[in-house]
Nanobody, 124 residues
């Protein structure tokens, strides 16, 4: 699965931004798909994941502000980010598990396929 993350940018605190993870080569709805983020000097952090049946889980720092969703017609997984804070600044990565795996997971090593990342910068 080849993944490409897009939609990042520079916004102000309180603004919204929508990221998109586009897949080529495979049908993304067959894969548990997640978003992670990594700020400079910090470990990669789990943001959200969505199953093939569109069940979702979220990291504690984004729950209630972010929403992960699928658009099967476009073969994408999107991340709607609202009420952005400066501490949300990071490179955001999308990732997918193998097609035979249906369980969502919060650890990066559980995901076999990764996109290249998109920068999100939130100014105060």
């Amino acid at each position: 699965v080849q993944l490409q993350a897009s939609g990042g940018g520079l916004v102000q605190a309180g603004d919204s931004l929508r990221l998109s993870c586009t897949a080529s080569g495979r049908t993304l709805s067959n894969h548990v798909t997640a978003w992670f983020r990594q700020a400079p000097g910090k470990e990669r952090e789990f943001v959200a994941a969505i199953s093939g049946s569109s069940s979702t889980i979220y990291g504690a720092s984004v729950a209630g502000r972010y929403t992960i969703s699928r658009d099967n017609a476009k073969n994408t997984v999107d991340l709607q980010m609202n009420s952005l804070k400066p501490e949300d600044t990071a490179v955001y990565y999308c990732a997918a598990r193998g097609s035979s795996i249906t369980v969502m997971h919060r650890t990066a090593r559980s995901y076999a396929y990764w996109g290249q990342g998109t920068q999100v910068t939130v100014s105060s």
